[in-house]
């Protein structure tokens, strides 16, 4: 596709919606000058909420929990300078379904620092959505899927949520430069998780 658009002349947009949550951007300044030691993802969501009956996200393909863990890749991808590589992963199955229901992720950032992703898309409850990074000079927190910052344990502002406004103004704008933007990373890290991760099965799932 990215061949094909360069041929054609066109604009191709391939753009993650978290990544303009209104609190990235701001973490994402403050993280590039700072050492990260560790890092901690929380994305658990119930499935009967955001999915209620769409079987097509458990067939093969469907990604799962994976398809709002993207998004959570997404960001981390965005905030931490360097390079994130998957080093070890369990998907856990429901039975007789083709995609994962919950999954455990461990990266290293830059190969030293530990990332933990946790993604569960059967929590009951409260809602989570949280990536903490821990550095060398104190920790921060986004809350929300990005909402929300909080910065060495104090509550930061940050402009109001417009992250649909923001994907059409940039789309806009690459449309009259004639110019693609496309950055497949989340979705590689998604597809090394598949690839590499150790199969669990767990009980059967229905809506």
């Given at each position: 596709?990215?061949?094909?658009?360069?041929?054609?002349g066109?604009?191709?947009?391939?753009?993650?919606?978290?990544?303009?949550?209104?609190a990235?951007?701001?973490?994402?300044?403050w993280?590039?000058?700072?050492?990260?030691?560790?890092?901690?993802?929380?994305?658990?969501?119930?499935?009967?909420?955001w999915?209620?009956?769409?079987e097509?996200?458990?067939?093969?393909?469907?990604?799962?929990?994976?398809?709002?863990?993207?998004?959570?890749?997404?960001?981390?991808?965005?905030?931490?300078?360097?390079?994130?590589?998957l080093?070890?992963?369990?998907?856990?199955?429901?039975?007789?379904?083709?995609?994962?229901?919950?999954?455990?992720?461990?990266?290293?950032?830059?190969?030293?620092a530990?990332?933990?992703?946790?993604?569960?898309?059967r929590?009951?409850?409260?809602?989570r959505?949280?990536?903490?990074?821990?550095?060398?000079?104190g920790?921060?927190?986004?809350?929300e899927?990005?909402?929300?910052?909080?910065?060495l344990g104090?509550?930061?502002?940050?402009?109001?949520?417009?992250?649909?406004?923001?994907?059409?103004q940039?789309?806009?704008?690459?449309?009259q430069?004639?110019?693609?933007?496309?950055?497949?990373?989340?979705?590689?890290?998604?597809?090394?998780?598949?690839?590499?991760?150790?199969?669990?099965?767990?009980?059967?799932?229905?809506?």
């Open positions: 596709m990215v061949a094909c658009a360069k041929r054609k066109v604009t191709l947009f391939a753009k993650w919606h978290s990544r303009e949550a209104p990235v951007d701001r973490a994402r300044q993280l590039q000058e700072r050492t990260v030691t560790a890092v901690r993802v929380h994305w658990h969501e119930d499935v009967r909420i999915h209620p009956g769409q097509w996200i458990w067939q093969a393909g469907g990604f799962g929990v994976f398809d709002p863990g993207v998004n959570a890749l997404s960001i981390l991808t965005r905030i931490l300078p360097g390079s994130l590589v080093t070890a992963a369990t998907l856990s199955f429901p039975r007789h379904r083709d995609a994962p229901i919950e999954a455990q992720l461990t990266l290293t950032h830059d190969h030293c530990s990332v933990e992703v946790s993604l569960n898309f929590h009951v409850g409260h809602q959505w949280d990536i903490e990074v821990e550095t060398t000079d920790a921060i927190l986004l809350q899927g990005g909402a929300k910052l909080e910065m104090a509550a930061t502002p940050v402009p109001e949520s417009t992250e649909y406004p923001r994907l059409y940039r789309f806009a704008a690459l449309i430069d004639r110019q693609s933007e496309v950055d497949l990373t989340p979705l590689h890290l998604v597809a090394d998780a598949f690839l590499c991760g150790r199969r669990t099965e767990v009980e059967p799932f229905s809506f």
